[in-house]
């Protein structure tokens, strides 16, 4: 990404610290939140939300309360990738609420939290972009429609400043994508690529906040090389959607057949003969877990759907779960691959998290991959209906330290019971094999 000259917003602790004793020292980091607190709907923030609030107060108020009755915006900007450029800085090194605040049990950051943040800021920095600056003309929603895979290139530590960075980097005709990248910089290396931590693309669709039709948004033109090669791949990666979208499960050819007999083979063992099956081995169905919630108007965005980052933050806390008790020690995370936003989540579903291990990778004794399956169900009980919202698939592995601790240890392969449950294994497996082939080719 390219260098960002911006100024980063400094992201503080929504918690007062029970060692702070002056009031005003506090409302002093945030001169506005109390402007902020009457203005978030349902009260839903996290201290990234909140540092946002402060520092771009104008966009948010219009989107909280959009005049529907205005004309929409017909005369389309034409912007650069700096006018919507964004950072936050996390001064973890010297706040120790804000630490608090973000640190999990193993004394790291929380990554759910992390990609929690993530799709706030990029929401913010689509906005950016989308807006006129005219406040005679009604603003534009801007949905999460997909969020590209991320791989995390190393834990970020608690005890060290931790800064996000992002901007528009490709717009469509109602598409917008955002790159963000994670940095944290440590004394022991000087080079800048050593400081990311990972790297994340989210792509909006612009609807009209009063027809919820999409509408054209800004153009976009980049001006430095390394955003026009954004942005080349950034348009490439938007026609391989378009080719993938619409397309069905497909048929599996007598190759295909084959595996499927072979991990059902396996499968009928433990059903039939489970005394004979092998102790190496585990049913998929025995892997799963599962959670409930009904969505609270606490847990809302500006435009009074349920937040894109809650729902990441949830299907990734029951997936590290699922690894967790799966490999009966602390998981690592590696990766989350493509997601789409396939239906909004309103205020008032009853939204069902189921997941499972799908599959593991033991080629690597020193690094045995857990892939995790997460699917969210939107259910509606008066209407007897439920419909998937979001597919979510998660890469673990286990942490060396803890893997010491356990001599012999070993993770279990996965094996279905049924048909169904073979299908997703393989597709999954196949997908697998696909991007690994890209990411070798350079495609």
Same mark, same amino acid.
């Given at each position: ?16 610290s029970p060692f702070d004793t002056d009031e005003t020292d506090v ?73 608090? @605040? ?18 706030a800021l990029a929401g913010t920095i689509s906005d950016k972009h ?7 003309? #009604? ?39 955002? @790159? ?47 955003? *026009? ?38 499968? #009928? ?26 969505? @609270? ?16 933050? #949830? ?38 998290? *189921? ?47 803890? *893997? ?5 240890? #070993? ?33």
């Amino acid at each position: 990404m390219a260098s960002n000259s911006t100024v980063p917003i400094p992201v503080v602790a929504t918690f007062a610290s029970p060692f702070d004793t002056d009031e005003t020292d506090v409302q002093s980091l945030r001169p506005s939140s109390r402007k902020r607190q009457s203005l978030w709907p349902g009260m839903y923030n996290s201290p990234v939300t909140a540092a946002l609030w402060d520092a771009r107060p104008t966009i948010f108020e219009a989107l909280l309360d959009p005049p529907f009755h205005a004309p929409p915006q017909t005369q389309l900007l034409t912007k650069t990738p700096s006018h919507s450029r964004t950072s936050i800085l996390y001064n973890f090194s010297s706040d120790h609420t804000l630490r608090e @605040q973000y640190k999990n049990p193993w004394n790291r950051v929380r990554i759910g939290k992390l990609l929690e943040d993530l799709d706030a800021l990029a929401g913010t920095i689509s906005d950016k972009h989308c807006s006129d600056d005219d406040t005679t003309t #009604r603003p534009l929603l801007l949905v999460t429609a997909s969020v590209d895979k991320m791989v995390l290139k190393k834990p970020p530590s608690v005890d060290l400043d931790l800064q996000i960075s992002g901007a528009v980097i490709w717009v469509g005709r109602s598409s917008i994508e955002v @790159q963000l990248e994670v940095t944290q910089s440590t004394n022991e290396s000087s080079n800048t690529s050593d400081s990311v931590v990972l790297t994340a693309n989210f792509i909006f669709v612009a609807l009209d906040c009063k027809t919820r039709k999409a509408v054209p948004v800004n153009r976009l033109s980049p001006e430095t090389e390394q955003e *026009k090669l954004h942005f080349e791949e950034a348009e490439a990666r938007n026609n391989l959607r378009k080719r993938k979208r619409g397309g069905d499960r497909r048929d599996f050819e007598n190759g295909d057949v084959n595996r499927l007999e072979a991990l059902l083979a396996e499968g #009928r063992i433990f059903c039939d003969m489970p005394a004979l099956a092998d102790r190496e081995s585990i049913l998929l169905r025995d892997t799963c877990l599962e959670n409930s919630l009904i969505c @609270q108007p606490q847990q809302r965005n500006i435009h009074g759907r349920i937040f894109g980052g809650f729902l990441i933050r #949830r299907a990734f806390e029951l997936a590290f779960s699922t690894a967790y008790v799966f490999a009966g020690m602390v998981p690592c995370f590696l990766e989350v691959d493509h997601v789409d936003f396939l239906r909004p989540v309103d205020v008032g579903d009853f939204l069902h998290f *189921k997941s499972c291990v799908l599959f593991t990778q033991l080629e690597n004794p020193e690094q045995p991959l857990i892939n995790i399956e997460v699917v969210a169900h939107v259910t509606r009980p008066e209407l007897r209906s439920s419909e998937v919202s979001n597919t979510f698939y998660f890469t673990f592995t286990v942490r060396p330290e803890s *893997k010491a601790t356990k001599n012999g240890f #070993r993770l279990r392969n996965v094996v279905p019971a049924t048909e169904e449950e073979a299908r997703r294994i393989l597709e999954r497996m196949d997908a697998e094999s696909l991007l690994l082939d890209k990411d070798e080719t350079g495609q």
